[in-house]
Structures are given as C-alpha cells and as structure tokens.
C-alpha cells in the first residue's frame, strides 16, 4: 500500500488531465483496503479508479482516490463445456481478454480491448460490437463503503442494462468491487458477429475466438484513439434511446439518421451521426475536439484542462439539442 498526498492524477486517467487528489493511495490486496479504511479515513470522500479510462476530472478531487492494483486470475469450477473465472479487480481488462482467446475461452473476443479494469467493467456493463459483460457475468464480490461488509452479488442483483448497474444508480459510490467471476465457454461456442462490420470483416475468415478477437482490435484501432496518443475515454456520450413516435417525427425529417431497435418501443439513435451531423468534426477549442474517426470521442490533443473538455462536450451538447431535439447523456464521469 502506497499513500500520496496532493498527488497528481495525470497518469491514472486516460484524458490525461493534470489535476491532484488530496489523497491518493495504491493498494495490491483487498486484506489493505480494511487496514485503510479506518474510521478517520472514512469521513472523507472516497473515489475507486480503476485504468481511470471513463472519468474526466474538472479540477482537485478534496478527497481520497483509492487505485486497486490487486491482481489474479483463478478457476472456480468447470465442466466438459464452460468454466467459470474469478478474476481480480485491479487486473486489466485486455490483459483477461488477451489471457481468454490465448486459452481458447470464449465469451468476451467481442470485447477486446476495452481499456479500464476489471473491476470497473460492472460498473457501466461495458459492451461492444454486439456483447456486454452481462452476458458473460456470473457474479462479483466487494465490499460495502459503509460497514466494511463484504459481499458477493449475482447477474440479477446488478441490475445491469445498457452501459448502467446498480453501481451506478442505488449503489453509486457506495461499493469497492474486489473481484469478478465470469462464465466462460471451453468448447460449442456461440459466436456473436452480428455488428455489421464485424460480419463483413470476417466473411472470408473461419470463426475462431481468436480470429473475432484480430478483427475486434483490427475496428477497435482503426476507430478509436490511442490514449497515450490522444487523452481520452472512448465515447464520451451513450447512444440516445428514443420512443417510436420521436422516432417517426426524426426519421421523417432525417431520413439518413442510424439506428437500432431495441424493441417494439424504443430506438437507440447513433450519437456519433448527430454530432457528426453537427459538424463538429474539424472544430478544435482550447486542444479539444473530436477524434476524426469516431465524434463520439472527445480527445485532448494535449495538455487541456479537464474545464476545457467539460465546456467542449457541453457546447456539443447544446449543438445537437439545438439541431435535433435531443439530450445527450454523458457515458464519462465528470468529477
Ligand atoms: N458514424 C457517423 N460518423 C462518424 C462515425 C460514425 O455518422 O464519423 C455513425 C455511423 O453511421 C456508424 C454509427 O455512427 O454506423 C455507429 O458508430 P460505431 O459503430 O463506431 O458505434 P457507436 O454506437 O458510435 C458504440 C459504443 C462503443 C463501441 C462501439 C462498437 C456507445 C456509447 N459506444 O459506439 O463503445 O466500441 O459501439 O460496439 O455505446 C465506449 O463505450 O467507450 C465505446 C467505445
């Protein structure tokens, strides 16, 4: 266990903003967390990072920053067809990743290289080209903030739903998630290349774990930046999600505008087309602007402050409320 006071936060947030923490402390077993966690420790605010790579800081945290380094991978159970994980939560998530599609484990090669910990994956149910944790996810132990009680919650109890949980709602902020268990399969995988450039990308390719995985980092690179490169957090907003009627008037007006049933009721709207559409593509202020390939990144071209990114993705905001009627919501943490 390492504690900084008044340390600087530029390497443990992937926007790479230069701000401090009053407090900020690195702990490699969860046994360290109940020794920190003292009463005095406890009246402060307290904020879990995992690779920081979905929060913006906008000035000092006047609180205590705890880093989870805790690393492991363990098997739990396992039968002729799946098996079953419990991985820490300060490992990072690609390493798990890169670990799973090395032993042929299926189940999360749609999900390559997402940054971030895995700790931090329930927390928004991270998903891409077509695969969220939940499908994956059996269940992940923490701890509880207020009474130090430790607890281990199932798939329902999260109450996961697009990049959201009860981490996010009811519990936010009130947890540390300690570690992961996820369902894995050894053998009959069911593969998910339904994400249209997936299928496209892979038509000439036999479907292997690994395979899924090249092309996933393949679009992955090609779209999104390099954090070391450009600070920044994937999607800064989520994809709107519209009722049918909304969706009519829009589609009547916007004919080109992408979108995806969820159900007979609701439409998810791409939020990288309405800020594309907004012609926010080439608009650079203060060393912020969106990445060329993908407007749904906000990226600092270098040394912008947390404030600058805030009132970039705000102007954004009120651009495309102005052109569509529509609120967009921030997939990023602004502290
Ligand atoms: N588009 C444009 N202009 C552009 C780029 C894209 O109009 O310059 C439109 C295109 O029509 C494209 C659509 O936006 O088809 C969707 O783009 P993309 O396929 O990149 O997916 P997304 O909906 O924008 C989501 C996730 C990503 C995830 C990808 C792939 C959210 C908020 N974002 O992006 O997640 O990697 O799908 O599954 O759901 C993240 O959460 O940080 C993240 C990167």
């Keep these: 266990m390492e504690v900084f006071r008044n340390g600087s936060l530029k390497k443990f947030n992937t926007f790479n903003v230069d701000e401090k923490a009053k407090v900020l402390v690195e702990i490699d077993r969860v046994s360290d967390l109940f020794t920190f966690l003292t009463k005095e420790n406890q009246k402060d605010k307290m904020l879990v990072l995992g690779g920081g790579s979905n929060i ?101 109890d999260c109450e996961f739903n697009y990049r959201s949980s009860i981490f996010k709602s009811t519990l936010k902020n009130k947890t540390i998630i300690t570690s992961v268990k996820l369902n894995l399969t050894k053998s009959k995988h069911n593969f998910n290349v339904d994400y249209k450039e997936l299928k496209e990308n892979l038509l000439d390719t036999e479907l292997t774990i690994k395979n899924i995985s090249d092309q996933v980092i393949q679009i992955r690179k090609s779209k999104l930046p390099d954090p070391k490169i450009f600070g920044n957090c994937g999607s800064f907003f989520k994809n709107p999600i519209i009722n049918i009627s909304r969706h009519e008037s829009l589609i009547n007006k916007f004919p080109d505008i992408p979108f995806f049933k969820i ?16 012609d926010f593509k080439n608009k650079k202020v203060k060393n912020v602007g969106v990445y060329s390939n993908q407007p749904l990144v906000i990226i600092n071209h270098g040394n912008a402050k947390g404030k600058d990114i805030l009132d970039f993705a705000k102007e954004i905001k009120e651009t495309v409320i102005g052109n569509f009627d529509i609120e967009l919501e921030e997939e990023v943490l602004i502290l």
Excluded at 62 to 79: M, T, V
Excluded at 128 to 147: H, P, Q, R
Excluded at 263 to 278: E, G, R, V
Aim: negative net charge; contains cysteine; charged residues 20%.
């Design 56 to 156: 913006l800081f906008t000035k000092s945290y006047e609180g205590i920053i705890i880093s989870l380094k805790n690393k492991g991978i363990k098997l739990i159970d396992e039968d002729e067809n799946n098996i079953l994980v419990e991985i820490s939560s300060g490992e990072s998530w690609n390493d798990f990743v890169v670990w799973a599609v090395e032993n042929n484990f299926g189940g999360v090669e749609n999900l390559s290289l997402i940054p971030g910990n895995v700790g931090a994956a329930p927390i928004q149910n991270i998903g891409a080209y077509g695969v969220e944790l939940k499908d994956v996810f059996y269940s992940c132990k923490g701890i509880m903030l207020d009474t130090l009680n430790e607890f281990e919650f199932t798939k329902s």
């Design 263 to 278: 159900d007979n009721n609701n439409y998810k709207i791409s939020a990288a087309w309405l800020i594309d559409q907004s």
